[in-house]
């Protein structure tokens, strides 16, 4: 499943790329994400519980960042699995600086397997618009509390 979409954070593109690249952030906005260890650089082990529907589990696997060019883009990769089933997703972020907001720009794919998907394959369209909506409210409340940081060269 394809998503794709935009957000316009009031905030500065450097202060938007630095939240986005901290793992202690990312912990407080991604819904769902209650772990995420680091096993190398940006690469992660990663705890996730998730609901779709009536089906509720938790997943282990690991997140990778790659493909950086600060404070442009950047693309986040996550894998792993559970009881439910299986999830491998990927999605790139450009970051389009505009006055002192950043524009969010993200498209991506998701691939689920097992119960997850013969139960909420439906739904995940609505769920992933609602998890984007919760992910960066989240996100402008934590680029607000953090100082600015060093511009991005």
Known sequence: MKIEGE????????RVWAALNDPDVLVKTIPGLKQLTPTGED???????????????TYQG???ITDKTPPERMTLAVEGGGRPGTIRAAGALTLEAQDASTLVQYVGEVQVTGVLMSVGHR???????QLA??????????VHQRADPEPVR
């Open 7 to 14: 957000h316009l954070l009031p905030a500065t593109r450097d």
């Open 43 to 57: 690469a992660y082990d990663a705890t996730i519980e998730l609901a779709v529907g009536p089906v509720r589990g």
């Open 62 to 64: 690991k997140a990778r």
């Open 123 to 129: 739904l995940f369209g609505g769920v992933a618009k």
């Open 133 to 142: 909506g919760v992910f960066f409210k989240a996100l402008e409340r934590e």
